[in-house]
């Protein structure tokens, strides 16, 4: 894959970079992971990408990754040896949208399909379900939640059609791919069950409001008062894990008090599911990124490549809760071959030939032939 880095975020330094990546020899689609704080708009973008020479897609997300750098200004253009059949599904907060009709416009996911969404859209569960009911797990699937950490949703989908919002961008490839995912929290509560909850939204845990259960079970832990103002300065410690059968949890993160004292997650839980409380300690979630690199080269189909790139899609949230630290997760990663990534709201990948899942504050690691 050609790798091409933009570190000034502007408008005319992306104009460039798509005209020169999709001129080198054997480029046959351009995939563009772009930083929120570059500011883009759609009155900006929508020319540029609709006159791209390749298939674009991709999409801006609070930090992106270059090697052992994460950025927050700046574009990544990557060059894929492929074409990708792109499928575009808008307004996919709408109950109203068939996502099973949209997904059959996809000629084939092919052998790694990249999935790019909104993060604020409100049926991310539903686009998972009808992925894994379409395409099963033929496929591998790496990709993540697009959006800005100020939690307003505006466009954020990088498109042949221009910058969207509240929609999922899909290219299916025929390149091989191995996925390694894996995120270090542990759990240190019992089971708590989720009696009522709206998507995103967990409304009761045990028949209580589900901001007093949590609160009862962090605050001893965290050796502070949790409150409304400062909840996500103590809770980024502290996500939700659901359990799932035959599989390490899968992470939820509580985001802010709703009302009614209902907690606002990234991602949906579902009424009835049981989730824990989980801690995680810097070392634990450090290890756990080394870990997709080995997960990643073991799923890895067929004989390893010979010439291999690396994408890094990891939680916005892990730098948040690691700091200074995160530095460390991205030497933990790297093994000297070209890496590139973002840091995401939300994480989309399959665990081995298990679950096709939404993920938060979990580290997946994609190895691409090319």
């Known amino acids: 894959m050609d ?3 933009d570190r000034s975020g502007s408008v005319a330094a992306l104009a460039t ?3 020169d990546v999709a001129a080198r020899p054997g480029v046959g689609g351009l995939l563009v992971l772009a930083c929120d704080g570059n500011g883009f708009t759609a009155e900006q973008l929508d020319p540029l990408l609709r006159a791209a020479a390749r298939p674009v897609f991709g999409g801006t997300f609070p930090q992106i990754i270059h090697g052992r750098e994460h950025l927050e200004r ?6 894929l040896p492929v074409a990708p059949r792109l499928c575009i599904i808008e307004n996919l907060s709408d109950p109203g949208t068939d996502i099973d009709a949209a997904l059959a416009g996809l000629d084939s996911p092919g052998s790694t399909l ?10 991310i569960g539903a686009t998972i379900t009808a992925l894994f009911e379409n395409f099963g797990l033929l496929p591998n699937y790496i990709g993540g939640g697009a959006g800005s950490l100020s939690l307003v949703q505006k466009p954020c989908l990088i498109t042949p059609r221009g910058l969207l919002q509240d929609a999922v961008v899909l290219a299916g490839t025929d390149l091989r791919s191995g996925i390694g995912v894996a995120h270090g929290w542990q759990v240190v509560s019992d089971a708590l069950k989720v009696t009522a909850s709206d998507r995103n939204t967990i409304l009761t845990l045990n028949g209580r409001p589900a901001f007093d259960v949590y609160r009862e079970h962090v605050e001893p832990l965290a050796g502070a008062t949790l409150d409304a103002a400062g909840f996500f300065d103590i809770a980024k410690g502290f996500p939700f894990g659901i359990r799932r059968l035959d599989s390490e949890v899968v992470v939820r993160d509580p985001l802010m008090v709703g009302e009614r004292g209902a907690l606002v997650c990234v991602g949906e839980v579902p009424e009835g599911a049981f989730v824990h ?4 300690a810097p070392e634990n979630l450090l290890a756990a990124a080394a870990q997709t690199v080995r997960k990643a080269a073991d799923a890895f189909d067929g004989e390893p490549p010979v010439r291999a790139t690396r994408m890094f899609i990891d939680c916005i949230s892990r730098v948040l809760y690691l700091g200074e630290d995160f530095g460390r997760e991205l030497d933990a990663v790297d093994r000297g071959e070209p890496l590139f ?3 995401t709201l939300g994480e989309i990948a399959n665990s081995g030939r298990e679950f096709l899942e939404f993920y938060n504050k979990t580290s997946v690691m994609a190895l691409i032939e090319g």
């Open 3 to 5: 790798i091409a880095l």
């Open 17 to 19: 970079l798509l005209e």
């Open 74 to 79: 700046g574009t990544l253009v990557v060059g």
């Open 114 to 123: 990249f999935v790019f969404v909104d993060g604020f859209s409100r049926r």
């Open 277 to 280: 409380v989980l801690r995680g």
């Open 341 to 343: 990534g973002a840091l």
